[in-house]
Nanobody, 115 residues
Framework: QVQLVESGGGLVQAGGSLRLSCAAS????????MGWYRQAPGKQRELVAD???????NYADSVKGRFTISRDNAKNTVYLEMNSLKPEDTAVYYC?????????WGQGTQVTVSS
């Protein structure tokens, strides 16, 4: 059984910053890609950023230059540093990890950016 525990969401004013964390635990042999997705009300879930085990990162165009994804392999944890937040960043943020045989989602954490 694999569990993902997310933290760091909350309410912030436009222009502010938040840092999300997602810690994976359980029967994990090796994590490949770790990523963050988000889903705003009435919209489809979308990729925000991901980070491969080889060190490559990928960002949605809407967050490039504002968000930074990083990971600590020793802790099986992925982070998302979010700066210059905008009201349109408001969403539930989910982490996702890929292992060799499967993939797992976190429970989601709410991020609300007020104007």
């Amino acid at each position: 059984q694999v569990q993902l525990v997310e933290s760091g969401g909350g309410l912030v004013q436009a222009g502010g910053s938040l840092r999300l964390s997602c810690a994976a635990s359980g029967n994990i042999f090796r994590i490949n890609t770790m990523g963050w997705y988000r889903q705003a009300p009435g919209k489809q879930r979308e990729l925000v950023a991901d980070h491969t085990s080889g060190g490559s990162t990928n960002y949605a165009d809407s967050v490039k230059g504002r968000f930074t994804i990083s990971r600590d392999n020793a802790k099986n944890t992925v982070y998302l540093e979010m700066n210059s937040l905008k009201p349109e960043d408001t969403a539930v943020y989910y982490c996702k990890i890929y292992t060799r045989s499967s993939n797992y989602w976190g429970q989601g954490t709410q991020v609300t950016v007020s104007s």
